[in-house]
């Protein structure tokens, strides 16, 4: 019983840092003002992973299943979000809210990949959570239908 309390826990606890990282470097990538394509979908792979990450940490533990798969994508989103808000800041020093320098955007590389690279592996995570909370809701909606049958059959009993 501890180690389901502590796993629900460290889920939760990365699920918060994961949620935290993602919003620094949302910030950072929409104070860019960039009407590049590469840069808008980089802002909406993040917005979309963050309302994930939201939906993760709502649970706060209110389920029964396993979730310590996740412990891992978590970290490496985690990491790879923080890491990635690091190098943004680092390359775009030419660039401001009013001005955009293509030159800096462009420069950007992380682990071997440009931006695009990244806003992939974002993908990967979000999809990697939202198949996890699939899982959750269809668990969840089969012990309902579990009960609403034994209910149904307690009601024909009486």
Request: hydrophobic content about 40%; some cysteine.
């Amino acid at each position: 019983m501890a180690e389901a309390v502590g796993a629900v826990s460290a889920i939760t606890t990365l699920a918060t840092l994961a949620l935290q990282a993602t919003s620094t470097l949302y910030q950072t990538v929409k104070g860019n003002k960039s009407r590049e394509k590469l840069i808008r979908d980089l802002r909406a792979e993040l917005q979309d992973l963050l309302d994930v990450l939201k939906t993760l940490q709502e649970l706060n533990g209110d389920t029964d299943i396993d979730l310590t798969a996740l412990e891992r994508p978590l970290k490496r989103c985690a990491g790879a979000c923080t890491q990635f808000n690091v190098l943004v800041l680092d390359c775009t020093q030419h660039s401001s809210e009013e001005r955009y320098s293509k030159r800096d955007w462009f420069k950007i590389r992380y682990m071997g990949n440009d931006i695009s690279g990244f806003k992939d592996m974002l993908a990967g995570y979000k999809s990697t959570i939202t198949i996890a909370l699939a899982y959750v809701n269809l668990h969840t909606t089969k012990i309902i239908k579990n009960v609403i049958k034994e209910y149904k059959e307690l009601i024909q009993n009486m």
